[in-house]
């Protein structure tokens, strides 16, 4: 299984982070990166997290479930957690190189 997004899921990714913790303002495209520390962003919260780990399972197709939550501190974290979350998919589902 690939173990990381590709360059354009990863700016997916980043975009989802500018987007849902509303940091555009104060942090310009360039500042989110792999080892931005989530909780450390202008306004960020437990719900303003909640959303974008949402949006992550909807924007990526992927299961992260609430035990995600204190996983995140930064977005490699994310990525991390959106690869483990397809390597378990794929391993469940006939044909995709797991067990049926």
């Not at 899921?9 to 989802?16: F, H, M, Q, T």
């Not at 310009?28 to 399972?57: C, F």
């Amino acid at each position: 299984m690939n173990a990381q997004l590709s360059p354009q899921e990863r700016e997916r990714l980043y975009s989802l982070v500018r987007e849902k913790l509303d940091v555009s303002g104060a942090e310009s495209p360039e500042d989110i990166k792999n080892t931005t520390m989530v909780r450390e962003l202008p306004g960020v919260d437990s719900m303003n997290l909640l959303r974008l780990l949402g949006a992550v399972e909807l924007g990526f197709q992927v299961n992260l479930g609430f035990e995600a939550i204190p996983q995140v501190q930064t977005v490699q974290d994310i990525e991390r957690l959106i690869c483990a979350s397809r390597e378990q998919y794929a391993g469940r589902v006939p044909g995709a190189g797991g067990q049926p």
